[in-house]
């Protein structure tokens, strides 16, 4: 049974001794005033933890970053959106350093204590002057109040900011949780391009901690996608300072368990906030498997339907065609027997034993005419499962992909191509 958590705003600076602030740069168009630059910071020493990309190709923040983390524990996050800083070689490597150094020395900490994180276009190197003369103001204008115009600032091709904070008893005291992510493209299962950030002010263990976010990592940000690709920026960074002054949270407790749980509680919040913000997506869809011969499996099954252009594209035409379901399940390389397999629509059987129910096409079309749905795949094996949030795939996400030329000749005037 979850604990009774109780839901509170503030997002990411809810937590106390967390302060935020965000201001315009100007970093994808100088004559834009939209937030692209952001902090949070922690007034407190924290144990931290991080998640990042498992695209073999990384961006400098994402490696800069885990390089940091492995030294020291985080205090501060510096975040930039409108340019990934990816691909950029030598310089962006120095560029994301300079960001933490020149970060932390206002700050006046270390420079392994600043954590980076930048999401945009990929391969335009980062318009440094335009960041530069913002840093001063960034920190000046800290406070705990500001964690909605962190959420804001972080985001690329959202429609809006995602942010999501809670309080809960543990360990004799209340602790907050609170945290803010971005992403709507390249969302996939083993972490997306997504940024999240969460902030705790419980006191506890860095085993614990770690423990906590790959299980909430494992069981939220990797269970969605939008169009099956995963990025060179993703990152998810947790810190924790304290100052609720609980008893220690330690790991193999019962207070580490439902820490656990309380922050994937959070995270399940902002994941999916993420595919229901999707890129021009009309559908959320709940893909769960059953049935299956193992828990590899289930996953396989449920990654193949879910990230499949052709049932992706008749969720988005309302048409409730199983066959291209049960087709993807037969690629999946997982093992399976066609002859058992049932699918569903919400709880109407479409495929029965891997043939044509007998339900009544209307009842199936009225149920992908919601904008909320969820598909069951039973593959009658064995008692493995496995669920994925998914979206489809419309006409108006390939228009808005076309092209990001205007960004490229942004940089050449800018004098950075």
């Known amino acids: ?228 690709d995963t990025s060179t920026n993703d990152s998810v960074i947790l810190m924790a300072n304290g100052a609720a002054e609980n008893k220690t949270i330690r790991r193999g407790t019962k207070d580490c368990q439902n820490f656990s749980h309380a922050l994937q509680f959070v995270m399940n919040k902002l994941a999916k906030a993420i595919v229901r913000d999707g890129e021009r997506v009309t559908k959320f869809v709940t893909v769960e498997v059953k049935g299956a011969r193992n828990h590899s499996d289930a996953k396989k099954v449920a990654q193949a339907v879910a990230n499949s252009s052709l049932v992706k594209a008749s969720w988005n035409g309302e048409d409730p065609n199983w066959g291209r379901i049960i087709h993807a399940v037969g690629y999946s390389g997982a093992s399976i027997r066609e002859e058992l397999i049932d699918i569903y629509y919400d709880t109407k059987r479409a495929c029965e034993g891997g043939l044509q129910s007998k339900t009544n096409p209307e009842v199936l079309r009225n149920i992908v005419n919601k904008p909320e749905f969820k598909i069951t795949i039973d593959l009658g094996i064995g008692e493995a499962t496995h669920r994925i949030y998914a979206s489809d795939l419309s006409p108006e996400y390939v228009e808005f992909n076309r092209s990001e030329y205007a960004y490229w000749k942004q940089a050449k005037r800018d004098g950075l191509l």
């Open 1 to 228: 049974m979850d604990l009774p958590y109780t839901r509170i705003k503030g997002g990411v600076c809810a937590a106390k001794g967390f302060l935020g602030n965000a201001v315009s740069c100007g970093i994808k168009n100088p004559d834009s005033d939209r937030l692209d630059l952001c902090l949070i910071y922690s007034e407190r020493a924290c144990q931290s933890a991080g998640m990042f990309t498992q695209n073999r190709v990384k961006a400098a923040p994402v490696r800069v970053s885990q390089s940091h983390l492995r030294a020291e524990d985080a205090r501060a996050i510096i975040t930039n959106s409108g340019n990934a800083n990816a691909c950029t070689g030598p310089i962006g490597m120095q560029d994301a350093k300079n960001m933490a150094k020149e970060t932390a020395r206002l700050l006046k900490l270390r420079q392994r204590e600043v954590v980076v994180c930048s999401t945009g276009v990929i391969g335009l190197p980062m318009p440094m002057m335009r960041i530069e003369p913002h840093y001063q103001a960034l920190i000046d204008g800290l406070d705990p109040k500001k964690g909605p115009d962190v959420a804001k600032a972080i985001i690329t091709s959202d429609t809006h900011e995602k942010e999501f904070a809670i309080s809960v008893k543990l360990g004799g005291k209340r602790i907050r949780i609170g945290g803010c992510a971005k992403g709507a493209g390249m969302i996939n299962p083993n972490m997306a391009t997504m940024l999240c950030y969460v902030t705790t002010d419980a006191d506890i263990s860095k085993k614990c901690l770690k423990k906590a976010i790959e299980e909430s990592v494992e069981n939220t940000f990797n269970r969605i996608t939008i169009d099956g």
